[in-house]
């Protein structure tokens, strides 16, 4: 009673902001995705795909067809007025559309159903920042497997203007048919198998390396079908043992950035600002494995499996990941509440934690990019401390706050909640904001919190005869460069309907800056020298002149730290001996 009493007492004190209606959504608006440079919004319904201005959320242009619901959608800008859009609709097929001076062409379908026995169901789609790389995660007859692409972006552009002046030209007939370049398959990845008969050739050191990731992929595969036979319940009475039901596989990939050196790397085969690698991790497994990206030869077959080129291993099986605003750090939740941070730089753990939770698996993670720097860290080597925050299936969240030759550092930032509707489905660091997370919970309730003190800012409520449309699936996108929440909400049911339009889905939104409660947190941090130096390519004796640099930087904070345990054993110790 007491704690609900404090509860009470604190969203008493907590201001209360409100979300403004602004317009009506499409029916039955699934998905929403806000432009990189703030400009447009992508939105999937039930009648296709829709592009919106984001300042005047006027509809500029529409692809629209019966009987096809978008479910999925993102936006990325390749020109000054061009975007690619991916979606993903009910049926689980993938298609990429080119939103072009006020309209959306049809460019690709990513799993075209050919033969309906073999048709593959797009899982996941994902469109690098940039438009120049995708990756979708595929199923067909239980087979579960990853295909990164290569979109001719360039190529695109020159045949959209094209296509615009065909249009344009008074002696056209106006019907445009353009073949657009179609998508590159560049790597398909494949759940990992014990290799059986594969022969090895090259250097000896290349052959050496091979028979190391050979020998982990196979001690991989032998350790999950172990865990997943000690799942197996025996019947004494039949004598006959009943399988665990086996779940399909998931796969999570993060496309990298130039960092450090690693194998099949090169200076000359990477642009500034595109990913060279892609990192990749399979449910039920403990690698992390980490492909080139690189055209395929043309003698080889696009469905041949690609073999890693680096391998991270891991005491536990990965349950989450997330990386790092520059793809530096790869941080992944473990199982046994374990978070372990790898330096693609360096190529070594940067830090192995414990996260103090009991019976609750890690099942999302996030790096805290603009995390307050107080003066005594400024002084010391914090540049290679990172921040996390973490969400619990418990519903528990916690920060973790670690480093090479720092003393790492969790917090619980939000108790595990008695009540199911308490649960998180949204928390999500605030890029704008310093030290702010945006939370959402199953039942409806909006705020944003401070991780660094432990308290709620301010709780964002939508009108009262309206409710979050789905609370533990919601409908929203978050503008980073407009510093704008855009959020689907519905009429209440409780709520007498005075007009058809009245029942229909209404677009919410709450613009930052104008809050005078949260513009103290706004933040613009242009990217700094030492973040830009960590994309440079670097030969592996800089890189080792590096790491061994951080290392005598960090003597000092290093030595306090074992002093520290040092003498934690020594109280501990003596306790110890009193007890007994």
């Given at each position: 009673?007491?704690?609900?009493?404090?509860?009470?007492?604190?969203?008493?004190?907590?201001?209360?902001?409100?979300?403004?209606?602004v317009?009506?959504?499409?029916?039955?608006?699934?998905?929403?995705?806000?432009?990189?440079?703030?400009?447009?919004?992508?939105?999937?319904?039930?009648?296709?795909?829709?592009?919106?201005?984001?300042?005047?959320?006027?509809?500029v242009s529409?692809?629209?067809?019966?009987?096809?619901?978008?479910?999925?959608?993102?936006?990325?800008?390749?020109?000054?007025?061009?975007?690619?859009?991916?979606?993903?609709?009910?049926?689980?097929?993938?298609?990429?559309?080119?939103?072009?001076?006020?309209?959306?062409?049809?460019?690709?379908?990513?799993?075209?159903?050919?033969?309906?026995?073999?048709?593959?169901?797009?899982?996941?789609?994902e469109l690098?920042?940039?438009?120049?790389?995708g990756?979708?995660?595929?199923?067909?007859?239980?087979?579960?497997?990853?295909?990164?692409?290569?979109?001719?972006?360039?190529?695109?552009?020159?045949?959209?203007?094209?296509?615009l002046?065909?249009?344009?030209?008074?002696?056209?007939?106006?019907?445009?048919?353009?073949?657009?370049?179609?998508?590159?398959?560049?790597?398909?990845?494949?759940?990992?198998?014990?290799?059986?008969?594969?022969?090895?050739?090259?250097?000896?050191?290349?052959?050496?390396?091979?028979?190391?990731?050979?020998?982990?992929?196979?001690?991989?595969?032998?350790?999950?079908?172990?865990?997943?036979?000690?799942?197996?319940?025996?019947?004494?009475?039949?004598?006959?043992?009943?399988?665990?039901?086996?779940s399909?596989?998931?796969c999570?990939?993060?496309?990298?950035?130039?960092?450090?050196?690693?194998?099949?790397?090169?200076?000359?085969?990477?642009?500034?600002?595109?990913?060279?690698?892609?990192?990749?991790?399979?449910s039920?497994?403990q690698?992390?494995?980490?492909?080139?990206?690189?055209?395929?030869?043309k003698?080889?077959?696009?469905?041949?499996?690609?073999?890693?080129?680096?391998?991270?291993?891991?005491?536990?099986?990965?349950?989450?990941?997330?990386?790092?605003?520059?793809?530096?750090?790869?941080?992944?939740?473990?199982?046994d509440?374990?978070?372990?941070?790898?330096?693609?730089?360096?190529?070594?753990?940067?830090?192995?934690?414990?996260?103090?939770?009991?019976?609750?698996?890690?099942?999302?993670?996030?790096?805290?990019?603009?995390?307050?720097?107080?003066?005594?860290?400024?002084?010391?080597?914090?540049?290679?401390k990172v921040?996390?925050?973490?969400?619990?299936?418990?519903?528990?969240?916690?920060?973790?706050t670690?480093?090479?030759?720092?003393?790492?550092?969790?917090?619980?930032?939000?108790?595990?909640?008695?009540d199911?509707?308490?649960?998180?489905?949204v928390?999500m660091?605030v890029?704008?904001?310093?030290?702010?997370?945006?939370?959402?919970?199953?039942?409806?309730?909006?705020?944003?919190?401070?991780?660094?003190?432990?308290t709620?800012?301010?709780?964002?409520?939508?009108?009262?005869?309206?409710?979050v449309?789905?609370?533990?699936?919601?409908?929203y996108?978050?503008?980073?460069?407009?510093?704008?929440?855009?959020?689907?909400?519905?009429?209440?049911?409780?709520?007498?309907?005075?007009?058809?339009?009245?029942?229909?889905?209404?677009?919410?939104?709450?613009?930052?800056k104008?809050?005078?409660?949260?513009?103290?947190?706004?933040?613009?941090?242009?990217?700094?020298?030492?973040?830009?130096?960590?994309?440079?390519?670097?030969?592996?004796?800089?890189n080792?002149?590096?790491?061994?640099?951080?290392?005598?930087?960090?003597?000092?904070?290093?030595?306090?730290?074992?002093?520290?345990?040092?003498?934690?054993?020594?109280?501990t110790?003596?306790t110890?001996?009193?007890?007994?």
């Open positions: 009673m007491e704690a609900t009493y404090k509860t009470d007492q604190l969203r008493e004190k907590t201001p209360t902001l409100e979300l403004r209606p317009t009506q959504l499409p029916e039955n608006t699934n998905c929403l995705a806000c432009s990189e440079d703030g400009r447009f919004l992508g939105l999937g319904h039930s009648r296709g795909l829709s592009v919106w201005c984001a300042s005047s959320l006027i509809c529409e692809w629209l067809q019966d009987s096809l619901e978008i479910t999925s959608v993102q936006m990325s800008r390749i020109g000054e007025m061009t975007y690619l859009l991916g979606t993903v609709d009910d049926m689980g097929v993938a298609r990429v559309f080119a939103h072009h001076f006020d309209t959306i062409h049809l460019l690709d379908v990513i799993n075209v159903m050919e033969d309906i026995n073999k048709r593959s169901i797009c899982l996941t789609f690098h920042e940039g438009g120049h790389y990756a979708a995660s595929l199923s067909c007859n239980d087979a579960v497997w990853l295909e990164i692409y290569h979109f001719p972006s360039a190529v695109w552009l020159e045949e959209l203007e094209r296509a002046s065909k249009k344009q030209d008074p002696n056209s007939s106006g019907d445009v048919d353009v073949k657009w370049s179609p998508v590159t398959v560049m790597i398909k990845i494949k759940p990992p198998k014990i290799p059986i008969g594969r022969a090895f050739s090259g250097p000896p050191e290349v052959s050496q390396t091979t028979d190391y990731l050979t020998r982990c992929l196979a001690l991989d595969v032998i350790m999950r079908s172990s865990r997943q036979w000690q799942k197996s319940s025996f019947n004494a009475e039949t004598g006959k043992t009943k399988e665990a039901n086996e399909p596989r998931r999570t990939q993060h496309f990298l950035l130039p960092c450090g050196h690693f194998p099949g790397s090169s200076e000359a085969n990477f642009q500034p600002g595109l990913p060279v690698a892609v990192a990749v991790w399979w039920g497994s690698n992390l494995l980490q492909y080139v990206l690189q055209k395929a030869p003698n080889k077959a696009a469905d041949v499996e690609s073999m890693p080129a680096v391998l991270w291993p891991n005491a536990k099986e990965i349950l989450c990941s997330a990386v790092s605003r520059y793809t530096r750090y790869i941080a992944l939740g473990l199982d509440a374990l978070v372990c941070v790898w330096d693609r730089l360096s190529g070594a753990p940067l830090s192995v934690v414990r996260v103090p939770v009991e019976n609750s698996a890690i099942i999302r993670m996030q790096f805290v990019d603009y995390w307050s720097v107080s003066a005594d860290d400024s002084e010391t080597f914090a540049a290679e921040h996390l925050l973490l969400q619990c299936k418990s519903g528990e969240i916690h920060t973790v670690t480093g090479r030759g720092t003393q790492s550092c969790t917090m619980q930032l939000i108790e595990r909640p008695e199911n509707r308490d649960l998180p489905s928390i660091p890029p704008f904001l310093q030290g702010l997370s945006l939370v959402l919970q199953r039942n409806g309730k909006m705020f944003l919190q401070d991780v660094i003190n432990k709620p800012v301010c709780f964002l409520t939508l009108p009262t005869i309206h409710l449309t789905t609370p533990c699936s919601p409908v996108a978050l503008s980073t460069t407009q510093h704008t929440l855009f959020i689907r909400g519905d009429q209440d049911s409780s709520c007498s309907v005075s007009s058809e339009d009245s029942s229909q889905s209404q677009l919410f939104i709450f613009r930052f104008e809050s005078d409660v949260i513009q103290q947190y706004v933040v613009s941090h242009p990217d700094s020298p030492r973040q830009q130096q960590t994309l440079s390519y670097v030969t592996l004796q800089e080792c002149n590096a790491y061994l640099q951080q290392r005598a930087l960090s003597a000092a904070e290093r030595n306090k730290d074992i002093r520290k345990t040092w003498e934690r054993l020594q109280e110790a003596a110890l001996q009193q007890k007994q």
